[in-house]
């Protein structure tokens, strides 16, 4: 079960902006957009840095939430 139908579409689009997930796309279906398609791209590289900053507390998660 996904928690993220409970987001509406604009509180998704500004919550990976804040964290600087990617490409901030989330242009397809709300519960979908992250499986790929047309929408959210990310690199490796990116991914890894995203990680990084979760671990580090810095990607500014809790402030989204």
Known sequence: ???LPLFVK???KKRAKAVK???NNI???LD???LGGESIKIS???QVNFISSLVKK???VEECF
Do not use: C, K, P, V
């Open 1 to 3: 079960m996904s928690i």
């Open 10 to 12: 604009e509180q998704m």
């Open 21 to 23: 997930y990617a490409n």
């Open 27 to 29: 242009s397809s279906s």
């Open 32 to 34: 979908g957009f992250w």
């Open 44 to 46: 490796l590289s990116e």
């Open 58 to 60: 810095t990607a500014g």
